[in-house]
């Protein structure tokens, strides 16, 4: 990665800078690189020289002299200037986005995958939701974050353990099995009402009637059993859901579980001996305000009330139970509406003495439209929208490009006439469009007897039109952009990237044609296209969409 090589560079400066009692040792500066915006600025620029001149005492323009001074040779850099109050601006020699395009022929699906994180193991908790019914679109964006997000540290090379919270304990199991029951003994023709506040969706009645043809009288009473079957059915269902999305698990945790096992329990206790609660009206409660909160929460209710732990304190249970798997931090998401929630468990975290292990990443909310209308309620849940009604309108790579394609901290509007549609202004449509194109320059070209032949072999100094340069320097950010998307919990960038490189080669074709006359400019001109592409098609891997060769 070239600006892994400037950083490299840059490093023995600093040292040298250190040996030369410019600026004292042992700073740990972070060395920043970016792509000035204007071609004729440079390549790659760095602000290092304003970060470290309070510590050299004296300007941000003096130490960028002192430091450009001490750069050791290269080959790689051609010259150097300083721009503005501080920044150095790096000019690469010519043909260093040859080397890119070579690098991308070469490594194929590898280019872009890096050793970043190797040998840090992190847990992803994502799409969690209870089992009491399809998973509907309020779940997408999460599912569809959390599973590229994975996927990006995963090709920055740290160890990814992805896991679902089973919320199968609790107040909405129980609704949902009463509900269950009810549809049930409706299906025996059995005049039985549904319960106050119960669940009202149509599958309640599909599965109810699935349960009786299966089971005949033989549940009736059988509460705990009907209630069994129910949640083995809704995860099923919800299994396919989620393939179909594209999201796999390395795990399913069930809540009902840290119960059984005794976890529950053990976490009560051992926030209790370490003198974080404390009884008040009959209930045991955590001292969340000691550890930055703005209240107290309840950890075991009163007898009055159940005397039954909170789910707070099987949330608790659940961090100590992924920490004592070993994992050197536990990643989880949740909606925006979980705000208040994060700082409880962030309270949590403190008391145990674990927050530095814990990152909670907050999204916020998509609203449905079609023609500027809200989009109508589901049939079969009677309340929201499932993903599986979803995927049947718009399918699964308009889904998923659309719901990454903003930041985290932005609200999405999701267009089903935008994205249903075939055009230019479909951002997903036009990508995988110029991914077909390319495929079918190069079946073309392969046709009329044009081949690119051995790399090594092809002579890429030919490319030396400006649509040919942005189209290689883009090229060259991309396993920068997966280590930086990975690091800042930022898969929108891919979507971002991915229209921007289809742009660059969209301009490149319009600049540059293909297959000419000239042999050697056609080769070079073939391996370009080939190259991009392939990085393309990395990013779609990522973003986990097809990438079409056809349309």
Not at 151 to 164: C, K, Q
Not at 319 to 339: C, N, Q, S
Not at 448 to 473: A, C, P, W, Y
């Amino acid at each position: 990665m070239i600006s892994r090589q400037l950083r490299q560079i840059l490093e023995q400066a600093v040292r040298t800078l250190e040996d030369d009692h410019v600026i004292p040792r042992d700073l740990d500066l972070d060395i920043e690189l970016s792509r000035p915006s204007r071609v004729e600025h440079g390549d790659f620029s760095t602000n290092l020289p304003l970060v470290a001149a309070k510590f050299a005492k004296m300007s941000p323009r003096q130490l960028a002299q002192s430091l450009t001074s001490r750069l050791p040779g290269s080959e790689l850099i051609l010259k150097t200037d300083i721009a503005g109050p501080g920044f150095i601006n790096f000019y690469l020699r010519p043909d260093w986005l040859f080397d890119v395009v070579k690098d991308v022929a070469s490594q194929k699906d590898r280019y872009g995958r890096s050793t970043l994180g190797e040998g840090r193991r992190l847990q992803v908790e994502y799409g969690s939701a209870n089992p009491t019914g399809p998973i509907h679109v309020g779940n997408a964006r999460n599912l569809a974050y959390g599973d590229v997000l994975s996927d990006l540290l995963v090709w920055a090379g740290f160890d990814i353990y992805r896991e679902n919270y089973l919320n199968d304990a609790g107040g909405q199991m129980n609704k949902f099995a009463v509900s269950l029951e009810a549809r049930y003994q409706q299906a025996l023709g059995r005049e039985v009402p549904m319960p106050e506040g119960g669940y009202l969706g149509e599958y309640l009645t599909e599965i109810g009637t699935e349960l009786a043809g299966q089971e005949g009288m033989g549940l009736i009473g059988k509460f705990d059993d009907v209630k069994n079957w129910g949640l083995a059915r809704m995860i099923d269902e919800q299994k396919k859901t989620l393939e179909r999305f594209g999201v796999r698990y390395d795990n399913w945790m069930s809540e009902k579980s840290l119960h059984e096992s005794g976890a529950v329990t053990s976490a009560i206790e051992k926030l209790t001996a370490s003198g974080h609660t404390f009884e008040l009206d009959g209930a045991l409660w955590f001292r969340a305000t000691d550890f930055g909160h703005s209240q107290d929460r309840v950890l075991v209710r009163s007898v009055e009330r159940g005397g039954k732990p909170t789910y707070f304190a099987a949330d608790v249970a659940y961090l100590l139970h992924k920490l004592d798997r070993g994992f050197e931090k536990v990643l989880y998401m949740w909606g925006a509406d979980h705000h208040g929630y994060v700082m409880t468990m962030q309270a949590a975290a403190r008391a145990l003495v674990v927050d530095e292990r814990c990152e909670f990443i907050l999204y916020q909310f998509v609203s449905f439209t079609e023609g500027g209308e809200p989009v109508r309620m589901s049939k079969r849940t009677g309340d929201v929208v499932t993903l599986d009604e979803l995927l049947d309108e718009v399918g699964l790579d308009a889904a998923r490009f659309t719901f990454l394609s903003r930041s985290l901290d932005s609200t999405i509007e999701f267009d089903f006439e935008l994205v249903k549609s075939e055009s230019q202004d479909n951002p997903v449509y036009y990508v995988q469009y110029q991914h077909a194109r390319i495929s079918s320059i190069l079946r073309y070209a392969s046709e009329q007897g044009s081949q690119i032949g051995h790399i090594e072999e092809v002579d890429l100094t030919r490319l030396i039109h400006d649509s040919e340069s942005f189209l290689m320097r883009k090229l060259s950010e991309f396993p920068e952009l997966v280590e930086r998307a990975a690091i800042d919990r930022a898969p929108h960038r891919l979507t971002t990237y991915a229209q921007t490189l289809a742009s660059l080669f969209s301009a490149f074709y319009r600049d540059c044609r293909v297959l000419t006359e000239d042999v050697e400019l056609t080769r070079a001109r073939l391996l370009l296209a080939e190259s991009t592409r392939q990085v393309l098609a990395n990013t779609f891997a990522l973003l986990g969409i097809s990438a079409p060769e056809k349309m």
